[in-house]
Each structure stands twice: as C-alpha cells, then as structure tokens.
C-alpha cells in the first residue's frame, strides 16, 4: 500500500507498508535504504573494477613495451654477434665442425643476453628467472669484451696492416676476452674491500673532526646477489663501527615478494646515529613504495627529500636524502628536491646530501650542501665502458670539487648485470670528516 504523509504538507512523501522506524522526528523506509546502498555500493564496486582494469591494462601496457624494448635489443645483439663470427671464425686454426659450434655457441649467447636481462618480463617461475639470469650476464661480460676486442683488433689491422697476423690476433683476442672476463668475476663475486677518504670541510665544528660515514650503494640484490653476500658486506660494514651508515639507492633488482629475505640482514647494521637510505632509479623498476616500507621495518630510515639532524659530541650535523633524480618518471610525486630537503636545517651545520645520481650535484650545490655522496655509476663496472659513463654523469668515481661542495662518487657495492668488474673494483666507503685548512 502507498500512503500520503499528511504532517508534510508542503512536500509528498511515499511510505511502502511494512516496517517502520523513527530517528530524529523522520521516517526511515529501511527498504528504501537498502536499495539505496546497493545501487550506492554497485557503483563503488564498478569503479574499482574500472581502476583495477585500468591498472592491469597500464601493467598490459608497460609490459608490452618492455617486450618490445626486448625484441629491438635482440635484434642488434643479434647483429653484434654475426659481426663477431664473421670478424673471428674464418680467421680461428680451428676445422669446420668446431667453427659450426662456435657459431652456435654465439647465436646462444644473443638469445641469453636479452632474456636473462629481461627474464621477469617472459618468465614467472623464479628459478627459470634465476638460472637465465645468470646465464645472460655471463653471456654480456664475456661478448661485451669480445666485441670490444675484436673491433680494436680489425682497427689494428686496418691501420698497422697486420694481415699477416690474422690466426694469432684472431686466438689472442679470444684468449683476452676470457681472461678478462674470468678476473672481471672474481672481482665482482669477492666481497667487497673498505676505501678510506678524507674529505675536509670549511667551519667543521672541532667535535665533527673525525666524524666517520660508511657508504654503501648500489648493492643490486636480485637473482645473482644474494643473502650471503648482504650479510658479509654487513659484517664488514659494523667492524668500522661508523658514526653512521649511508645507503645511497640501488639496493635491490627485484621486488619485495621476491628479495625481502634476501635484505633481511640489512636489519643487523649497527653504527651510534643509525642508517639512513635514499632511493635509486632501481628501486623505482620494483615497486618503490613497498621497498620503502620494507626498508623502514628493517630500522633502516629513508629520506625522501627530507633530513635529520644530528648531534655528535655537542655538535650538530645534518644528514639529507633527496629521490632519485628520474625518479618522477615512474612515480610522479617522487620529484627529486635537494631544497625541500634542506628547507629549516640549522643554519650553521655542515649539510651531507645523499643522492643517488652524481648529477643531482649542481641542485645540491645551489641549496646549501657541503658534501654529497652518490653511486648509480658503478666506475663504469668494467673496462671500457668508465668511458661511456661521462655521457650521462658529470662524475664516474671518486673526490671531485664542484663549486662550494665536494662529491664523493661509490663504485659501488654490488654490481648490474654481468658478474664482471675489471677497472673499476666494488667498494665499501669509509669517509672520514677533517677541518679544511
């Protein structure tokens, strides 16, 4: 039955028959009400299905252009490859089946170098993305000194016309390719050794005289990099017994789900004032948010354009962490700010900036910094490519001045890729802090 309300004059109000009950002088149709909610939350659970569907079509999206990205890589890898076995095999005193191997063994490696690059992107199951990683870095380090090479042995030959030389040249440059490329591994594999630098600073306080920071960065745990070689760095790093540990971006190649047991012995570093942490452009690959939270359950402390003050002896030091410089490009509220940073630190303070690309400088610079320590570069890993580097990064490795600020840049803790350094040894960093004369 449909009732008039009569007490409502002015307005007609419809009441269904069945149960009704006061609330501040009004009737509630709890029919009605429930209709209301379920249309209401209908139209919540569209929209989340359209969000979820959003997000899963960009995932759809990213990932295809990943792919892409692969079959285009593949493809010069491919071609770098035909160039070796045209450059290499004819000239090598081996017979025709052994040559025929060979060229197999190269159109292997062009297949691995992708795919185990890109692994995750074709593959779910972790082994698989475990052994094909593996398998690909190898497969980089040794045909990335192949190339290099065999490109300077056709330039030799070219110029010096040392044609006479085919055979020798041909077994020498496959001789120093594996060479290189065996002490390239053991480099990269051993753990890594302690760099003592002094950096003096102007107006440092007496109390900050001998203020020591241990630098780790860019350790890269992932498929190759593992658990035990986090926990050796980590008993190292606490034989310092540093004022405070510094963890400057690149820590993990993978996501939480997948290396959070790898980390875990990150939570056992130990110095007076703490480990603080800032992000690299890899953590931003990975899900950043999520190895953010994950860092802070493990007492380490990012600083996300933010810093801490702390007090040593009396004295009053400021340690500051900006995002990576592209981070933006995957998290668009990510946007690197050495100014936000610094913004209300004691004026006065000598000002350390953790940042991860050596090429923040300038901006660090211009807001007031002393002394930024940075990675991201690896000291170009391996030879030739420190040379490579400088087309990015104003800085590869090392103490360098710029302007009013030093910038220290870590080789790096871990290595990317292929399990190779040659030139450009791992670091751990301990920084000393001295009064400039």
């Known amino acids: 039955m449909i009732a008039i309300d009569a007490r409502w004059p002015h307005r007609q109000t419809l009441i269904q028959s069945g149960p009704v009950a006061r609330s501040r002088g009004r009737d509630v149709d709890w029919r009605r009400l429930c209709s209301s909610l379920q249309v209401a939350f209908g139209y919540i659970k569209q929209m989340t299905t359209n969000l979820t569907q959003e997000r899963s079509d960009f995932a759809q999206q990213r990932r295809a252009r990943t792919r892409r990205f692969a079959y285009r890589a593949f493809q010069i890898i491919f071609l770098l490859h035909v160039y070796l076995a045209w450059r290499l095999l004819p000239d090598l005193p081996i017979g025709r089946e052994l040559q025929l191997l060979a060229g197999l063994g190269l159109a292997l490696s062009s297949l691995l170098i992708p795919f185990g690059t890109l692994g995750r992107v074709f593959f779910v199951n972790q082994i698989v993305i475990d052994r094909l990683t593996w398998a690909g870095g190898l497969s980089m380090g040794w045909a990335s000194s192949l190339l290099v090479f065999t490109l300077m042995r056709d330039l030799a ?49 007496t109390e900050l005289v001998g203020f020591t920071i241990v630098q780790v960065s860019d350790l890269h745990v992932g498929s190759t990099i593992r658990r035990n070689y986090v926990q050796a760095i980590v008993g190292r790093v606490n034989e310092l017994t540093p004022d405070v540990i510094v963890l400057t971006g690149d820590i993990v190649d993978g996501y939480v789900a997948q290396l959070a047991g790898e980390v875990e012995p990150l ?17 931003y690959y990975h899900g950043a948010a999520e190895w953010i939270s994950a860092f802070r359950r493990l007492g380490l402390h990012p600083l996300l354009n933010q810093h801490v003050v702390l007090n040593h002896n009396g004295a009053e030091i400021v340690i500051a962490g900006i995002n990576d410089f592209s981070a933006n490009k995957s998290a668009h509220d990510h946007v690197s700010d050495p100014t936000a940073a610094l913004a209300e630190s004691p004026i006065g303070a000598p000002k350390i900036m953790l940042a991860h690309q050596p090429r923040s400088g300038p901006a660090a610079e211009a807001a ?29 490795a090392g103490l360098h001045r710029l302007g009013a600020m030093w910038i220290y840049t870590s080789r790096g803790t871990g290595y990317w890729g292929p399990p190779k350094r040659f030139g450009a040894p791992s670091e751990i960093t301990l920084i000393t802090l001295s009064r400039a004369a």
């Open 157 to 205: 030959m070219l110029v010096l016309g040392l044609q006479v030389w085919r055979q020798e040249s041909a077994v020498f440059v496959l001789g120093l390719s594996i060479i290189v490329t065996m002490i390239g591994f053991f480099n990269a594999r051993r753990v890594a050794k302690v760099v003592h630098v002094s950096i003096p600073l102007h107006r440092l306080p």
């Open 267 to 283: 939570a056992g570093l130990r110095a007076r004032h703490g480990s603080y942490l800032v992000t690299g452009n890899h953590e």
């Open 368 to 396: 007031g910094s002393d002394l930024q320590l940075s990675g991201h570069t690896h000291g170009g890993q391996f030879w030739p490519w420190n040379y490579f580097v400088r087309l990015q990064q104003p800085y590869v």
